[in-house]
């Protein structure tokens, strides 16, 4: 218990230390968040009216106070409001939660679907051709780029063979229209960390085979099949949790290309569209928020490990 | 002696060291890491092929990579042009060519700037302790939470595209992890006798760690090394296709996917291709750092 | 499988879920704002005589909605949104961009001295959604709002000629210029910041307004999201009959390449093309694709701007030799993979008024380049840096112009930026060249981009210094109410402006839009911010 405190008091100087840097990258950053507001595409704006947008968005000040000002209001829980849309920062996070946290979810699915099973025909079956085959496999998602894998399938089983879903997230069309348009981004993005997965599972299992219990259940008589499954695996799964926390941020880091190539509307793509807008407000939320889900989903494993391996103590 | 910090939340890497005799230990290294497993092997023929062609680009490529010829846009494969041209009439034979010294110079350079900024900063902290290696931890601890392509695309937005700024970006972004792994392996490489025993006798700092620290922390950041080559060469792609890629005219494998995206069904060529090579490379380095880590063993979290 | 890899496997999900969630548990709630839904639920038409499929319309675009207010407007989801859901008190007429149809205003009258406008209203206008009667109160409310310092709005900028707007009856509203502009129509046809707001709905949605609307156009807000899609019915109150598709839907597309292959699959029926690459694909779609934009009715013209401050562009032998040594020609229509067949010549584009074709011309001729180079002082060349966006035609043409610079010895480093940073330096004038396409429907404002009292921050990329009577001609023709002598003076604007080549003109850029074969009624030479939905229709 003290452990999880301590952990999660380290969780405000980390997100702290994210928004220094965050604060200090953007606004060292060319462009000016007032012209990324102002349409001069077709019209030429003096420059009166842009020092007046300027005063209005508090960015006159001198940058510690700007600093200190939003620092404060995010103690408070306000993350402030979008440059551009004038809406809560915080209504554009919970708008975009949902789509990444689906994708997210169904790509870990996708990666247990593809990583463990690959893994574990490499260790019992080390050096045959299915062992190279389902590596190599498993390998694709890793060593592609993901935007292009992720043009490639929706070329393929989007539009040549119309199995799945162009576009867009299923929102309104109940979970099965859900699970439809999340098939193919999550096999893409899933498909990423399988590679990783398949690579722990097959040392832990190697491991765990040429443990002394191992041999004695093998010399006991128990076939190979009940060997893996009920020792094998069990002490395998340890190590594979561990890497779930390095996977989220993957996912996460992924989400990004993922979400541009598939237009699922997720926090990945609102990143995107806030760095390009210089929309500081949006960008220093959703580097909060991404910095809490990467830290939480690492606290939460950690005690999973905790949890399932007598070895591990927090203490 | 410092205090030993606790390494919760850096996690932690095992090491063993590698049998005695020099040469024993050699041929035995050489034969696990291409033949028990033959990936091995492949990835080294893989990523040594790369390595010819990166440096026999000149004498390979039969056309200068930049030159245009607008009159031929969109060749499929033939005699003139093997591989087909691009849309600019480029030869795309040529530009992979040339794209593999580009892509080799970014992978590196990047892993370079990495392994230095980071390998400082985890071996100060490792090896100075205290209030140097908490102020260090926690700085690294922030900067591993931001997802590893945001951080770089936000540095390369600072810092403007361009060949060397995106290597710097791609290697910045990885300091962290750099620096965490080499602070751990150095934190269980001074628990051993040899090196308590050098500290015994007086070895100057500088002796204990480049005699006797990074010899034995060398496997496992030449496996980590090896497989953010990899990294490097896909975020320098999946940077192009966010409009953030390496400059015209000089022929990137990450732009030259990411431009052809848009061509999948005029000209698959221009689209498949590159990708398909930075697949096989990525793999190349990929196979060759896993059976790196499997040879010298190394585990990692 | 083992029990207990399952419960892991169980633990791992809930706890990426709680993860995932804590920040939200964490945070107090949020205004309880439901973004997307109207106040008052989407009016069934009251007859509906068709018992026929209602008639649906999705397009795409890279970028979702921020605000529909014409004062807070953020780019092209917004504007192209806009038209459609307000009127205006003149619109184009369709298909031209120097004249004026009536919208709002069945007719109107210009005082001999072209000071004051007499706008006489419709008297059959309905807001949506059952805001009243549209009268001349709200052409007052919405200009002066526009004009009011406290809106903090940037879309104004044509209305500031405005002295006051007075509201002579109900139906009849007289608006005073500070100065006579004989485009003021084209040009409050032509902007978003224009169009006709109703004060009760601002003032009771407050800061809802910018996703629940009310205007008087052809199509009223279903559904819109922040930073999302925009859902579009016909309005049933709508003054100019009902629609004939009922029901527009944008669909945001970040990756453009998707969007193309959405429109093939049909599951868009429109989009906006920006990338040349996805030109190329759709040319090549077959019938059920059609490309629209004709170069003829452009609006907007590319051009590479020289800063003429800077050494060597000071020297207009320099500027004139890196014009000479481009095809234009081959450039304009490689790069748009035949869509453009010609260069520019003038500044001005030739849908606008005043365009003339007796201009200074510069034809390929890399000898000519070389030699002039040679006398300014540069016989080896020089190598330089243009700034650009890596968007639109931008990096096929500057790939282009690069090898045909190379070839007379000017070795040109592309930097590309991202749009922020290009603004910051625009802004400046720090910057050798510049890429930028002004698109602008009115002459006027085109010739802003050389006038001597717009150097950075204006718009007068160049940095180009005309010779005095040129300046003055330049603000002169802004008020000359006489169009033969108006004409006059542009044309020897344009003469001056390609004598000195400030900057390097390359081609008239045209909306491009794709849309499925189904969906008639297009007009291809309206901006793309000005896509008005009720001219079009589905035949199946």
Known sequence: ?315 | MTRLSDDNLSGSILFEKPPSSAWKMRRRFLRRLLWTRKTGGIGMLIVLALIVVALGAGVLAPYDPADQDLTQRYKPPSETHLLGTDNFGRDLLCRIIWGARISLQVGVMAVAISLLVGGALGLTAGYVGGVVDQVICSVVETLMAFPFLLLALTIITVLGPGMFNIMLAIGLASVPMFARVLRAELLSAREKDYVVAATCVGASHGRIVFKHIIPNVMSSMIVLMTTRVATAVLTESSLSFLGLGIRPPTPSWGVMVAEGRAFLERAPWIALIPGAVVLVTVLGFSLLGDSLRDALDVRMR | MSKRFVLISVLLIVGMLVSGCAQKTAAPPAPTTAPAQPTTAPAQPTVAPTPAQPKKLVWGVAMGTNCLDPAYQTGLPDSNNLVNIYSAVVKHKPGSLTEVAPDLAERWDVSPDGLVYTFYLRSDVKWQYGYGDFTAEDVKYSWDRMLNPDTKTTGATVLKVINSIEVVDKYTVRVTLKVPTPPFLINIANTGGALIVNKKAIEERGTDYCLKPVGTGPYQVVKAETNGTVVLAASPDYFGGKPAIDEVEMRVIPEESVAVMALKAGEIDFMIVREPANIAALFKAGPDIVVNGDPQSSCSTYALWLNNTRKPFDDVRVRRALTHAIDRDTLAREATEGLVQRRADSPVPPALFAYTEDVTKYEYDPAKAKALLAEAGYPNGFKITVDSMNTAFNPIMLTIVQQYWKQVGVDLEINYLDRAAIRQHQAEGNYDITVSNPTRAEVGLILDYYKCQNFPPGPNFSLYKAPDPICDLMNAQATENDPQKRAEMIKQIQQQITNDVPNVLLWYVAEITAARSSVKGMIPNLGSWQTRFYLFDIVK
């Open chain 1, 1 to 315: 218990m003290r452990y999880v405190v301590r952990r999660l008091l380290f969780l405000f100087p980390t997100l702290f230390g994210m928004l220094v840097v965050v604060f200090m990258l953007l606004h060292i950053t060319p462009g000016d968040p007032v012209e990324m507001l102002l349409d001069t595409d077709r019209e030429f704006i003096p420059q009166e009216q842009i020092d007046a947008i300027r005063k209005d968005l508090g960015l006159d000040r001198p940058l510690h106070e700007q600093f200190i000002r939003y620092v404060g209001k995010v103690i408070q829980g306000d993350l402030g409001n979008s440059y551009r849309s004038k809406r809560p920062v915080l209504e554009h996070v919970k708008l975009n939660m949902v789509q990444t946290a689906h994708l997210a979810l169904a790509g870990i699915f996708m990666s247990i679907l593809i990583g463990i099973p690959a893994g574990i025909i490499s260790a019992v079956k080390p050096n045959t051709i299915i062992d190279y085959v389902t590596l190599t496999i498993s390998m694709i998602g890793l060593c592609a780029p993901t935007f292009w894998l992720g043009i490639l399938a929706l070329y393929v089983f989007a539009f040549q063979l119309k199995v799945f879903p162009m576009m867009g997230d299923g929102t309104g069309g109940g979970p099965l229209a859900i699970l439809r348009h999340l098939a193919l981004p999550a096999t893409v993005i899933g498909a990423h960390s399988a590679a990783l997965l398949g690579r722990l599972t097959r040392s832990s299992m190697l491991d765990a085979l040429n443990q002394d219990y191992i041999r004695t259940a093998h010399s006991k008589g128990l076939s190979s099949r009940v060997v893996v499954v009920r020792h094998a695996l069990r002490n395998a799964a340890i190590p594979v949790t561990a890497a779930a926390g390095t996977m989220f941020a993957y996912l996460l880091t992924g989400s990004v290309v993922v979400e541009m190539v598939f237009s699922r509307k997720g926090l990945g793509w609102l990143m995107v569209t806030a760095i390009n807008g210089r929309d500081f407000p949006l960008v220093q939320g959703l580097i909060l928020v991404f910095g809490s889900i990467i830290i939480l989903s690492n606290l939460v494993t950690d005690l999973v490990i905790g949890a399932i391996d007598p070895r591990v103590s927090h203490d």
